[in-house]
């Protein structure tokens, strides 16, 4: 028998605690004895199934997926809500969260079926044109060679240009077909005909698994014909899989007793039982031919419980915790249009409203634990541009005094607020970002467009926005860079966002979801916009911003609006401080961004 060290090339590491999950030795099959614990450890790999950012839109299912766990695309899908029913959206997923791609599949449909890369992606058949296929080249679709069979419900595998179609509706067939990149040619037909399989693999090695009316059977194709093997030991249609024809994932459906959420592990020739999903599901979006067999996927969408849910499969020592927003200390003085300057852990909240509308000055610090009063500012506002990027030097801008709109500025040592220099405007529901010695505020009413610079001595009039707006978000650390997000034009918040270099106003990506008076943390390159109101109300979605689009993340325990932001944070740890939901609140919650850690495990040997 090989010895570990044989195998490993080195001896077993005698330590006095567990290897740190970030070293570099940290891998399935690490071994080392702790002579703390008197253990021998490793760290041993699991399935485990972890929750991803929402996908963008409800109720979406039999949606075309195609990439890999950290670049993937969703296609088309079916919204039972729309009169309309098939749907041409393009949702793009980062690993991180769902972002649009204002190009659209060519035909609205659903019960496609899709392959391939996020930048050479395939797509076949649908009910919106059944012999359609459409490709995708990370930016825009065209048309492909159309299906020699028509096809809806169909399964498959491969990639752009060596693609694999198979089975479908109607009628229900067992016609193959191979793809080259611009035709079609017939292969050899399935053993049986079926629709609403699963499908994953190559074009020269591909399973076909479940589905109707054989939801037990499955097949596998050599290239050149299609050969059945073991059966799936839970019957079921509409599942989705991902892998290889040797390493295959196959979970969720729906069989005669109702939806699933079990997942089996395929191996080439047996099943086994893996670690179930956390739902049942059916009708879900796959990344399907997963060219890593089953060390990660992922799955969205779908019928039932996780119809907007996204989940992601790894075989790993990891364990991963997503990002999530956690109950913070509460705020001393509940209240609402008030704003911020530090860090997650080093807070700053200021001014604001309390119930009634009474304007306030109140100033308090936060620890990462609880908040403290401290000095309290000179002038109470609230409607303000608010910033700084530390607990110690802050600025505090414009905004809504008793008597109205303001000029006034006032600057924050970390002991006292200083009045002075004014701006050149008086102005309420401006924003701004930057620090105490360089700094920029743009937007607000009366004048919505207008922008003044910041140069630690002197405030300036700048280049306008191009769209005038209140309420916005802000991101920057300096007159020169900055992001204006989202805001009211007035009227209705606009998804618009703009990037400030010191000279103009440029416009970037827009938000998913238009708010006015969120909240915002971290960086021009970096960063997250949350909560804030729109056409429906007060809101608690997240997004994250990487410097080019916007994509979907973590959910606030509590939706709000008038919420103070994090100019001091980053775009995995923010802080989301007061605000009004129906009415004006003291609540505080934490954000932090994904986070993984690798669990050793104690060997046994009996």
Known sequence: MATYREIKGLEVPYLDADLPSASASTEAGSVWYNSTTGKLRAFVSYDTWASGADFITNDLERIAGFGTQTACVSAGGYDPASPAGARNYTYEYNGSGWSTNPNVVTTAG???????????????????????????????????????????????????????????????????????????????????????????????????????????????????????????????????????????????????????????????????????????????????????????????????????????????????????????????????????????TAGLAFCGATPGGNRKGETEAYDGTSWTEVSDASSTRNEFAGFGQTQTAAMACCGTLPGGATANVESWNGTSWTEGPNQVNAIAGNSGAGTTASAVTWGGSPSVV?????????????????????????????????????????????????????????????????????????????????????????????????????????????????IADTPGGTGSAALATGGFVSAVVDTVEEYTGVTTAAEASDIAFD
């Open 110 to 344: 659903y019960g496609y079926w899709g392959t391939g890369t996020s930048t050479a992606g395939l797509i076949w058949g649908g009910n919106g044109d059944q012999d359609e296929a459409n490709e995708f080249n990370g930016t825009s679709w065209t048309e492909g060679g159309n299906l020699n069979t028509s096809r809806t419900y169909g399964c498959g595998g491969g990639t752009q240009t060596a693609g694999l179609a198979t089975g479908g509706t109607p009628p229900r067939t067992a016609d193959s077909e191979e793809y080259n990149g611009s035709a079609w040619t017939e292969a050899n037909n399935l053993n049986n005909a079926r629709d609403s399989a699963a499908g994953t693999g190559t074009q020269t090695a591909c399973l076909a698994i479940g589905g109707n009316p054989t939801p037990t059977g499955v097949e596998v194709y050599d290239g050149t014909s299609w050969t059945e093997v073991n059966n799936h030991p839970a019957p079921g249609a509409a599942g989705g899989a991902f892998g290889i024809s040797t390493a295959a994932l196959y979970y969720g459906g729906e069989g005669a007793g109702g939806t699933v959420a079990e997942a089996w592990l395929y191996d080439g020739s047996a099943w086994t039982a893996s670690t179930d999903m956390p739902y049942a599901s059916y009708a879900m979006a796959s990344i399907n031919s997963a060219p890593g067999g089953v060390s990660t996927g992922m799955t969205w969408a779908g019928s039932g419980a996780g119809n907007k849910n996204t989940i992601e499969f790894q075989n790993s020592i990891l364990t991963f915790t997503p990002a999530a927003w956690a109950t913070g200390g509460s705020l001393n003085l509940a209240r609402s249009s008030l704003k911020g300057a530090g860090t997650q």
């Open 450 to 562: 207008d922008c003044e610079s910041w140069d630690n001595s002197s405030w300036t009039e700048v280049a306008n926005l191009n769209t005038g707006r209140v309420g916005t978000g802000g991101l920057g650390a300096s007159n020169t860079s900055a992001l204006a997000i989202s805001g009211d034009p007035p009227g209705s918040p606009t998804a618009n966002v703009e990037s400030w270099n010191g000279t103009a106003w440029t416009e970037v990506g827009n938000v998913i979801d238009a708010r006015v008076w969120g909240g915002a943390s971290g960086t021009v390159t970096e960063g997250l916009f949350y909560g804030g109101g729109n056409d429906s109300g007060k809101s608690g979605t997240t997004q994250g911003w990487d410097g080019t689009v916007w994509s979907t993340d973590a959910t606030m325990g509590t939706a709000r609006y008038l």
